[in-house]
């Protein structure tokens, strides 16, 4: 099982909702990140998680809130977010930060519209 | 520091045609490379990797070599189909993250 799950596929929100957003991997790996990407450009790093404790935030914004309940699970907490805030926000896990051969598994991604 | 540079698109491409994107990339050491494709409206799915120097990766009849020399990933593959119309991602591993490239948008038209 190489899977990544997101839900939800889509959500649309209003500035001042609070919403989450919830990825889950069976892969065993112990390196969980979220990724946002705008249309036409790569994905852009939000934040990593390694063996569950957050190990990088990428100076995003705290209206952003991630959440790492255990080795499977990541959540993204979204509260009084703003129009430009509108993506595809994108989860993947790795073996670890380090190791392995070092790519990245990708769900299919929660697309955001923030009204 | 680490980055990628990748060719930029759109390509647009008959069926059955050759396909070359280059990409190339600026590291310290010798990072895992690989070569992601996103379908329009889903997330990104690895299409091959090449982990040193001189490997070749290959999946779905797509191929790129890890070129030391050149420090070069370039994708190839000899005959594209309309189905393989998507954006095509070259990234190299830092320490704790990927590093993309821009991206390239290919579109193959009958």
């Known amino acids: 099982d190489t899977e990544v799950t997101q839900t939800p596929k889509h959500l649309v929100m209003g500035m001042t909702n609070k919403k989450s957003l919830k990825c889950e991997q069976h892969m065993g790996h112990r390196a969980m990140y979220w990724y946002k990407q705008k249309a036409k450009k790569p994905p852009e790093l939000m934040f990593v998680?390694?063996?569950?404790?957050?190990?990088i935030n990428e100076s995003v914004p705290s209206r952003f809130s991630p959440e790492c309940p255990n080795s499977s699970l990541l959540n993204l907490h979204l509260h009084a977010l703003q129009p430009e805030d509108s993506a595809l926000y994108l989860c993947?896990?790795?073996?670890?930060?380090?190791?392995?051969?070092?790519?990245?598994?990708f769900g299919e991604g929660s697309r955001l519209t923030v009204l | 520091g680490n980055s990628v540079t990748q060719m930029e698109g759109p390509v647009t491409l008959s069926e059955e045609a050759f396909l070359t994107i280059n990409c190339t990339y600026t590291?310290?050491?010798?990072?895992?490379l690989f070569w992601y494709v996103q379908y329009p409206g889903e997330g990104l799915q690895l299409l091959l990797k090449a982990t040193k120097a001189d490997d070749k990766g290959s999946n779905k009849g797509f191929e790129a070599t890890y070129r030391k020399e050149t420090t070069s990933f370039h994708l190839e593959k000899g005959s594209v189909q309309v189905s393989d119309s998507a954006v095509y991602f070259c990234a190299l591993r830092g320490y704790n993250k990927l590093i993309f490239g821009a991206g390239t948008r290919l579109a193959v038209h009958p």
């Open positions: 993947a896990s790795s073996q670890g930060l380090a190791g392995g051969t070092g790519e990245l598994f």
């Open positions: 590291a310290t050491g010798y990072p895992s």
């Open positions: 998680y390694s063996y569950e404790k957050l190990s």
